[in-house]
């Protein structure tokens, strides 16, 4: 894909992978306050696969570009931006609009990739890192000594949040398929098989006082398991409903029902504490503060990266115009890490 022209993926409605949709155009133009930013590396996320089905909660009508973060070049810059911000590495949180080869991007919502850190390394920990780091250390505040669960322990956040807890000093529970045991016994993780295992009762026998922090993304009966899994003063932090990925009827009942029963557990006088986490909360009240706070955690997530506390896991890396075979691999459940599209 070259400068001169626009190449994006368009998802068009409800489609299986198979149904999105190419499309070439002209290259956006930088506006006042704005940069247009040459791709280099976009992710595959859980969001997407839910926005596909018709289910991530605030998703925009069909049609449009999904594509929830990005790495690229800045390639041009609009009036009342720094010229010099031009031929920098940088990398954006969207929502939408990152599975093209040109993004027309805030200047303010960009955030300066490191040095030394390439492009697809850095895209496995944008919104990955920053919804793992903003759980581990704003909500639950994880010390040194304490001991967590995370599920989904070698998913896309799950990777990172493991990886983030250790280096914190916590010790780490984590939740996976069998295969994927020994890879985190290698990172001094004590792995649960939620396909085999009772996980509740196991999770029991190695913290009999219970966990000081669940990081929980399944939702629905899991949240509740979750709960009563914590110690006295332990936060739960729940992230998602993947439990309902598949399910039909309303996309917003998973998430308000989960809510309800986060505002009812934080009315009860134990000392612990739930939340649902919305990488996007604040944003409405405060734009600079967001932003302020966003490229703060991002910056430490890539100093992480660059330390070797996390590792960049990249469980394939294929063309954007390759988006539907990379969305049923990423859909699959066979890879560990995340599925990149290059420009």
């Known amino acids: 894909m070259n400068a001169e022209g626009l190449v994006e993926v368009v998802l068009p409605g409800k489609v299986e992978p198979e149904g999105l949709e190419i499309r070439t155009g002209a290259v956006p133009v930088a506006g006042p306050g704005q940069v247009v930013v040459r791709m280099e590396a976009t992710g595959v996320s859980f969001a997407e696969q839910q926005m596909r089905r018709g289910r991530y909660y605030d998703q925009p009508p069909f049609p449009f570009v999904p594509g929830y973060d990005l790495v690229g070049t800045v390639l041009t810059t609009g009036q009342g931006v720094d010229p010099g911000l031009a031929g920098t590495r940088v990398a954006a949180l969207l929502k939408v609009g990152g599975w093209a080869s040109h993004v027309r991007v805030e200047a303010a919502d960009v955030v300066p990739v490191p040095a030394g850190v390439g492009a697809a390394e850095a895209e496995t920990v944008v919104v990955n890192g920053i919804t793992a780091w903003q759980m581990?250390?704003?909500?639950a505040r994880v010390r040194a000594g304490q001991?967590?669960?995370?599920?989904?322990?070698?998913?896309?956040?799950?990777?990172?949040?493991?990886?983030?807890a250790r280096a914190a000093g916590a010790k780490v529970i984590g939740t996976a398929s069998a295969r994927h045991h020994e890879a985190l016994r290698e990172q001094g993780v004590v792995p649960v098989d939620y396909r085999t295992e009772d996980v509740a009762a196991r999770v029991r026998e190695l913290a009999p006082g219970g966990v000081d922090a669940v990081f929980d993304h399944v939702g629905g009966r899991s949240a509740v398991d979750s709960w009563h899994l914590l110690a006295p003063g332990g936060t739960l932090v729940s992230y998602g409903s993947a439990s309902t990925r598949d399910d039909t009827g309303s996309k917003q009942w998973p998430v308000l029902k989960l809510l309800g029963r986060v505002w009812l557990w934080n009315t009860l006088p134990n000392g612990r504490h739930a939340y649902f986490f919305n990488i996007w909360a604040g944003k409405a009240l405060s734009r600079d503060r967001f932003r302020a706070r966003l490229r703060a955690d991002l910056t430490q997530v890539f100093d992480a990266l660059r330390r070797g506390d996390v590792t960049a896991r990249i469980a394939a890396q294929l063309p954007l115009t390759e988006a539907a075979e990379a969305l049923r691999l990423a859909e699959s459940g066979t890879v560990a890490g995340k599925v990149v599209l290059s420009a």
């Open 136 to 139: 581990l250390h704003r909500k």
């Open 147 to 164: 001991t967590v669960l995370v599920h989904g322990a070698n998913g896309g956040v799950g990777s990172v949040l493991v990886q983030l």
